[in-house]
Each structure stands twice: as structure tokens, then as C-alpha cells.
């Protein structure tokens, strides 16, 4: 069974963006890009709330275009085109959109027979909404957590309304040189 993955940057104390939605104290750099960019080569379908996918959508498909195109624009544009894409949205329609799935309904079936399929991670990006109700119904597998030497005292937190315990197994860290820590951990079913 394919897993689920959540990739989120996440504040020292759980919050993935500020009140509004703020998320200018995320610290990145080449480091963690060219990390990020072999690890997601990795999954073969990226999960995203329609919010996120909006901001992914007016950004990726052409990002690796522009003249001044960073080296992480380029890869990660090429690989935006060629992943498949699910979106869990109640308001978007997936007419005009390539390789893209809506899901709008029976979000608990419709995950568990996308990760019937054959293929590789499924990696969830950002997206707290999306995150929030996948972690209510336990398809979450895994946390890839990108924790920012910051402490934001209030926003978005990445878990909230936690029904039951969600024990974690730690695989790797990694510790960035722009002071980012990652922690990458697999959901511990037993």
C-alpha cells in the first residue's frame, strides 16, 4: 500500500503559518532545496488542499521559464509537470486541469483507493486543512517536518482537534546550516 507522507514547515511551537496565513518566517536555502528536491523525486503523486494547489498552480507550471529561473524553479517545475496531482476541494472542478484528480467527496474511500494503486509516495504539501481532516480519519503515514528556529506564539497550528494519540517512530534528522532542523517520521500503527 502506497503511504502518505506529510511535508510541512512547521515553527517551534506547531504552527505551520501565522493567524492570516503568514508564512514569510519560513526559512529556505539551496541546502534544503536540493534535499528537498531528491527526496521528492521519490513520490509519484503530490496532495495538496485547494489552497495550496491554487498557489502551486499559478506558480509551478511556468516557473522554470523565466529567464532568472533558479536552479530549484527549473527542477522543481519540470517535476510539478510530471507528478500527478489530487486536490481536495468541495469548490474546484477538474475541467482544464492536466493530471490533476478532485476529490470533493468520501474523502475517507477515495484516499484508501488512491493508495491501492500501484505507484510511490504520496506526498502531501503544506495544505493544513487537507492535513487536519486526513489526520481525523488516520490516512496520515508519515510527518517529514521542517522544523524553522522560530517560536510564533499563535497561527495555524499543524495538529489540532487530535481525537486519539498519533505515535511516531523518528527515521532520520538532518539539521540545515540556516538553523532549519528536519525531522522525518513514520506513524506508528501497532
Given amino acids: 500500500m502506497r503511504k502518505i507522507i506529510s511535508f510541512m514547515h512547521i515553527s517551534l511551537d506547531g504552527f505551520v503559518a501565522g493567524p492570516k496565513g503568514e508564512m514569510d518566517w519560513i526559512k529556505v536555502n539551496e541546502e534544503i532545496f536540493d534535499h528537498v528536491g531528491k527526496r521528492i523525486r521519490e513520490g509519484d503523486t503530490s496532495l495538496y488542499g485547494r489552497v495550496t494547489f491554487q498557489m502551486m498552480e499559478n506558480y509551478w507550471p511556468t516557473a522554470g521559464d523565466n529567464p532568472n529561473a533558479t536552479k530549484h524553479d527549473i527542477e522543481h517545475s519540470k517535476w510539478y509537470g510530471k507528478v500527478r496531482k489530487v486536490v481536495l476541494s468541495k469548490t474546484l472542478k477538474d475541467e482544464g486541469l492536466t493530471n490533476t484528480k478532485i476529490i470533493?467527496?468520501?474523502?475517507?474511500?477515495?484516499?484508501?483507493e488512491i493508495k491501492q494503486q500501484a505507484g510511490k509516495e504520496i506526498l502531501l504539501f503544506g495544505s493544513p486543512t487537507a492535513t487536519h481532516s486526513l489526520i481525523q480519519l488516520n490516512l496520515i503515514d508519515g510527518y517529514w517536518l521542517f522544523v524553522n528556529p522560530i517560536i510564533l506564539g499563535r497561527g495555524i497550528p499543524l495538529f489540532a482537534d487530535i481525537k486519539d494519540k498519533i505515535k511516531l517512530k523518528l527515521k532520520t534528522t538532518?539539521?540545515?546550516?540556516?538553523?532549519?532542523?528536519?525531522?522525518?517520521?513514520?506513524?506508528?500503527r501497532q
Fill in 104 to 112: 470533493s467527496d468520501s474523502l475517507s474511500d477515495r484516499i484508501n
Fill in 174 to 188: 538532518r539539521q540545515f546550516n540556516c538553523g532549519v532542523t528536519e525531522l522525518n517520521y513514520t506513524v506508528d
